[in-house]
């Protein structure tokens, strides 16, 4: 499915054209038929020769409204300008579309209405400073269509220009979410939502997060265009019932969606902001407070600059502090507007929504290109979190080593960490032992750097493998030395556990002799215990590891009765098993299936 909508100066023709185009009067508030102005946001669809439903957004034209404009244009897939050839293009007409270009709308293009106003040159003067102010704003010289709302072919040759402008591929960014523009009470159903959906898809009985107020909620029942129906689509405008929720805990503004951990509920963000004309110029204090309007919300916020200013910018990295807490997402498309006003300041997009320590800050101003754009090699928010601090989880991502703008990065375990860091937490581990001239302890080895311990523990892990330090008795020393023997008593439960195989050695089991035999092969990193029931000795369980995880890949997912495919054991057996797969990364859970996230290192 696909969202159109209408923008420009009130009295223009808009809703007219809609009701036109779709036989429905997008203005249903008893205001707005008395005065024959639209306030809040009109709503129609059509279904167009290929069947396709598109669904119509009507948006106020009135300088007093135009956040309503911004919350009207986040979800659109292309955007119809209409501008009356008696008047040509106005103030609103440039607010209009400032605001759909700082949205950035795929597609746009212009219909000329009331055609029967303007004579020749009249036609002629505003179809040359249309294309003027339009290409000034977008980049592009824009299509006009010539339509009367009165005239079918019109309608008709207007209805093939939509279908071509929705056949561009649209360059947002987006994530699964609804950002709500309605909310009520209907009797039967309870709390009522509508907007429309982007990114994704919902059915009936889908767990739901409300954003920012992190309120859980599921899906009652589902509408679209006036029918019920189970499932929606990318590009739909629906109407949602919830449970769980109250209707006082809903407002415009929130958004729904089945993915919260792709956002960031917090105050600020560091945006890029540009300024509306190519050769315009930043007009912007430093600390200033202004409005910031993305989705459906609108709120004020305070601009803070990063650095000292140029004179005369066209774009500026800064960081934004709103009033309120807001769901921000990767590259958010917002808007800067001057209090009270409809006047456009900035456009402006979310780059990080979060704390950045100043060695970050510093990178990510170094980052960002000449041109005002992130490097193509960064294509994702986990990317650019990675190139910032150095180190990060990245599930599912293949490969030992990886390369994010000429900074290199390896695979150790579960994380991916860059080279220079991992060879600054060797060259400090060393540093730490050769001071004390002795084993260092673990957790002290941990602490003994600037980084997380969670990354220094796993260049530990590596450094281990490749014989460069080793851990014993829960102290880190140099590698290279001999391994101490274990005692003969521990050498020989060692045989008994390996022999036990697959059904491992039961702890219950384990006599008065055997149980301080069994720490000694713990610090020798010799066993290890499942769910404090089955001992395994490591090389056991690394054999089991591997034939669960043979022939699969990473994302592949698997059930209890698949990981039997090439190691039949019992539930007593594989549960415990693969509770130590997702805790040592190699799967995680979703429901009773497991997901490969890492493949055993060979």
């Not at 007409?93 to 949205?103: F, I, K, S, Y």
């Not at 930043?282 to 803070?304: F, M, R, Y």
């Not at 797969?581 to 429901?591: L, N, S, T």
Request: one cysteine or more; a neutral charge.
């Amino acid at each position: 499915m696909h969202i159109i909508g209408t923008a420009g100066h009130v009295d223009h023709g808009k809703s007219t054209l809609v009701r036109a185009l779709t036989g429905t009067d997008p203005d249903r508030l008893p205001e707005e038929k008395l005065r024959a102005l639209t306030i809040e946001l009109g709503f129609a669809s059509y279904r167009n020769d290929a069947g396709q439903t598109i669904g119509v957004i009507d948006v106020p034209g009135h300088e007093r409204f135009i956040r309503n404009m911004v919350a009207g244009t986040w979800s659109l897939d292309c955007a119809m300008l209409v501008i009356a050839a008696d008047d040509g293009w106005m103030e609103q007409t440039e607010d209009h579309a400032q605001v759909l270009c700082g949205m950035r709308v795929p597609s746009v293009f212009v219909v000329l209405t009331k055609r029967d106003l303007a004579d020749e040159k009249r036609l002629s003067e505003v179809t040359i400073d249309i294309e003027k102010r339009f290409t000034a704003l977008f980049g592009y010289e824009p299509e006009i269509v010539v339509a009367s709302a009165l005239h079918d072919p019109d309608l008709r040759e207007l209805k093939r220009c939509i279908d071509r402008h929705l056949m561009h591929e649209s360059l947002h960014c987006r994530v699964p979410a609804l950002f709500v523009d309605r909310t009520f009470i209907m009797a039967g159903t309870g709390p009522v939502i509508t907007g429309s959906l982007r990114g994704g898809f919902l059915t009936v009985g889908s767990e739901v997060t409300i954003l920012p107020k992190m309120k859980r909620s599921r899906i009652r029942s589902l509408q679209c265009f006036g029918k019920a129906v189970e499932r929606v689509e990318d590009g739909t405008r629906t109407a949602l019932g919830l449970q769980g929720i109250g209707i006082e805990e809903l407002s415009r503004g929130d958004c729904l969606t089945t993915r919260a951990d792709l956002f960031s509920v917090t105050q600020q963000a560091y945006v890029l902001l540009v300024a509306p004309y190519a050769d315009g110029k930043l007009a912007l204090k430093n600390h200033v407070q202004v409005e910031i309007a993305s989705g459906t919300w609108h709120d004020t916020c305070s601009v803070h600059f990063l650095g000292r200013p140029v004179q005369g910018m066209h774009h500026m990295l800064v960081r934004i502090v709103s009033h309120e807490t807001q769901a921000w997402y990767w590259q958010q498309p917002v808007i800067l507007m001057q209090p009270g006003a409809s006047t456009v300041i900035a456009y402006g997009t979310v780059i990080v929504a979060d704390n950045l320590a100043k060695t970050e800050l510093n990178r990510l101003r170094e980052l960002l290109s000449s041109d005002n754009v992130l490097p193509a090699d960064i294509d994702s928010p986990e990317l650019l979190r990675l190139f910032l601090s150095g180190y990060r989880m990245l599930p599912g991502r293949m490969g030992n080593e990886l390369s994010v703008c000429d900074r290199r990065f390896l695979r150790i375990g579960q994380w991916w960490i860059a080279a220079e860091i991992t060879e600054e937490i060797k060259q400090r581990l060393f540093q730490a032992i050769s001071r004390q001239q002795q084993p260092l302890a673990l957790e002290e080895a941990k602490q003994s750097t600037p980084y997380p311990a969670s990354v220094v523990a796993a260049v530990i892990r590596r450094l281990e493998e490749n014989n460069e330090l080793r851990v014993r008795n829960g102290k880190l020393e140099k590698g290279g030395t001999q391994e101490e023997p274990l005692p003969s008593g521990a050498r020989e439960l060692l045989i008994r556990i390996e022999r036990n195989g697959f059904d491992g050695y039961e702890s219950r089991k384990l006599t008065r002799e055997e149980k301080p035999l069994v720490g000694i092969l713990l610090h020798a990193d010799k066993i290890v215990i499942l769910e404090s029931t089955f001992i395994y000795s490591v090389k056991t369980l690394g054999t089991m590891i591997g034939l669960v995880l043979q022939g699969r890949k990473v994302k592949d997912r698997f059930t209890i009765g698949e990981a039997k495919t090439h190691i039949p054991l019992s539930r007593k057996y594989m549960l415990p098993l693969l509770n130590h797969m997702e805790q040592a990364g190699y799967v995680r859970r979703i429901g009773d299936i497991r997901e490969v996230i890492r493949l055993p290192e060979r």
